[in-house]
C-alpha cells in the first residue's frame, strides 16, 4: 500500500514536470514554460492527493494533514511570480540568440524523465552574459527545484503513513470491497437459480416475439405465457391485437385494391376513347370536316376549334391563362397544337395589340418567333415597357400581374423591352414589408 500511494501521489504531481522538461528538450521552450504555470503544476498535485485519498479510501482532508500545505501554498505564491517573468524573458530576448538550444538535450538521463529545474538551469548559463534574461530563467529553475524536493518531501510522508491511520483505511477499504464482492456473489448465484427455473419458457416467448410474423404469437403455449415477464406477457397481448388488426387491415386494403384497380381500368377506358375521338378530330380537322361540338371532346370552350382553322384567334384565346389546347396529351394532340402556333402567328394583329399573355404562350411561340412581323415584335415591346412603367407607378395587383406576363413573353420570343422589365423584376424580387 506504501508503494501505491506515494507512487500515485508522484505520477500526477510530476506530470507537468516531465512534460514541460520533453518540451524544452525538443527545443520547444515556450511550450515548456507555460506547462510550469503555477496553476498546472498545483492542478497536478490536487490529482495526486485525490488519488492518494481514493486509493486509501480517506477523504482528500485526511491525506492533506499529512502534507506540509503551508509550504505547497508558499512555493505556488513564488511560482506565480517567477513563471511569468521568465515567459516575458524568452518571448522579449530569445529570438536574438543563435544556437540557444545546443546542448540542452545534454542533461538527459536516459531511462528517466527530463528534469525540468535543470533544463531551465542549462538555459539560464547559456545566457549568463545577458542578466534580464538569465535572471528569470534561473530563479524559476530555482523555484521549480524547490517544488520538486517539495513533491519528494510529500512522496515520502505518505509512504511512511503506511502503518497509520491511512494503513488502516486502506485494509477496512479492501475487506469492504471483499465484502461486497461474496455478497454481490450470493445475490447473483441466487438470481440465477430464480432464472434458470423459468429461463426456458421466456426463451420460447421471446423467440416467437421476435418472428417477423406478426401473428407468430399465437403459437405461445398458454403455460409458457403465464411463466413469461409483466412486460413479455405486455408484448404478447399487445402482439394478438396487432395480429387481429392487421388481418382487419388487410381485408381492407384487399378491398381497396379491387376498387383502386377498377378505378385504373375505367380511367385506362376514359384515356383510350378520349385518345380515339381526339386522333378521329385531328383527322377531320385536316380535311375541314369538323364542327362546333368537336370543342366539347377537345377539351375547349365555344368555337375555338373553328378558330384556329380559320386562324383568327382572339386576346382571349391567349390568356391570361393558358392558353388552352385542344386535345392536350391525346393522340392528335400535336397536329392541334402546331395548328394553335399556326394560327398563332398568321393572326398576330387580332391578339397582339390588347392581349394579355397567359404563361405558356412564349413556350408556344418561341420555336416561331421570326415569323412573327416585325411590327407586331415592335408592339409587344411597347406594351411590355408601358404597362411595366403605369405598373409600377400605380402598384395594382392585376396590373402588376399582366406587365409581369407581358415581360415574361417578350423575353421568351427574344424581344427586347428596355429597362422597364427589369425594374419591374426588381420590384418583384423585394420582400414584402
Not at 80 to 89: G, R, S, V
Amino acid at each position: 500500500m506504501e508503494v501505491k500511494l506515494g507512487g500515485t501521489f508522484l505520477t500526477c504531481a510530476m506530470g507537468p514536470l516531465h512534460h514541460a522538461g520533453t518540451c524544452i528538450q525538443a527545443s520547444r521552450v515556450p511550450e515548456g514554460l507555460r506547462e510550469l504555470a503555477p496553476e498546472g503544476l498545483l492542478g497536478g498535485f490536487q490529482r495526486g492527493v485525490d488519488q492518494a485519498a481514493k486509493l486509501a479510501g480517506v477523504r482528500r482532508e485526511d491525506v492533506e494533514r499529512l502534507l506540509p500545505m503551508g509550504e505547497v501554498r508558499e512555493a505556488v505564491e513564488r511560482l506565480a511570480e517567477t513563471q511569468p517573468e521568465a515567459l516575458i524573458a524568452w518571448d522579449v530576448y530569445a529570438g536574438r540568440i543563435g544556437g540557444l538550444l545546443q546542448g540542452v538535450a545534454e542533461v538527459t538521463d536516459h531511462g528517466h524523465a527530463p528534469d525540468a529545474s535543470l533544463c531551465l538551469e542549462r538555459l539560464a548559463n547559456k545566457v549568463r552574459r545577458d542578466p534580464p534574461f538569465s535572471e528569470p530563467l534561473q530563479a524559476l529553475a530555482e523555484d521549480i527545484a524547490y517544488w520538486q524536493k517539495m513533491i519528494g518531501r510529500c512522496r515520502k510522508l505518505l509512504d511512511e503513513s503506511g502503518g497509520g491511520a491511512l494503513a488502516r483505511a486502506y485494509r477496512r477499504r479492501q475487506i469492504r470491497k471483499l465484502a461486497t464482492i461474496v455478497a454481490s456473489a450470493l445475490v447473483i448465484v441466487a438470481a440465477l437459480s430464480v432464472i434458470v427455473r423459468v429461463r426456458t419458457a421466456r426463451a420460447r416467448v421471446d423467440a416467437l416475439l421476435e418472428r417477423a410474423e406478426v401473428c407468430a404469437a399465437r403459437d405461445i403455449a398458454p403455460d409458457d405465457v403465464e411463466r413469461a415477464t409483466s412486460e413479455q406477457q405486455r408484448r404478447v397481448t399487445a402482439r394478438l391485437e396487432e395480429c387481429a388488426a392487421a388481418q382487419a387491415r388487410e381485408a381492407a386494403e384487399r378491398e381497396e385494391r379491387l376498387r383502386a384497380e377498377e378505378k385504373a381500368r375505367e380511367e385506362e377506358r376514359r384515356r383510350a376513347e378520349r385518345d380515339e375521338r381526339c386522333a378521329a378530330l385531328a383527322v377531320r380537322f385536316k380535311a375541314g370536316a369538323f364542327s362546333d361540338d368537336d370543342g366539347a371532346l377537345a377539351g375547349v370552350r365555344g368555337d375555338l376549334i373553328r378558330r384556329i382553322a380559320q386562324r383568327r384567334l382572339t386576346a382571349a384565346d391567349v390568356g391570361p391563362t393558358g392558353p388552352a389546347l385542344p386535345c392536350e396529351g391525346a393522340r392528335g394532340g400535336d397536329e392541334l397544337r402546331a395548328a394553335f402556333v399556326d394560327a398563332l402567328v398568321a393572326s398576330a394583329w387580332t391578339w397582339v395589340p390588347s392581349a394579355d399573355p397567359g404563361p405558356r404562350l412564349g413556350e408556344l411561340l418561341s420555336a416561331r418567333r421570326a415569323e412573327l412581323p416585325e411590327r407586331a415584335r415592335t408592339m409587344l415591346s411597347g406594351r411590355a415597357v408601358y404597362e411595366s412603367k403605369r405598373a409600377i407607378v400605380s402598384g395594382d395587383p392585376a396590373a402588376l400581374g399582366r406587365a409581369s406576363r407581358l415581360c415574361a413573353l417578350t423575353a421568351a420570343l427574344e424581344i427586347p423591352s428596355g429597362s422597364a422589365c427589369a425594374a419591374l423584376a426588381r420590384l418583384a424580387a423585394k420582400p414584402s414589408p
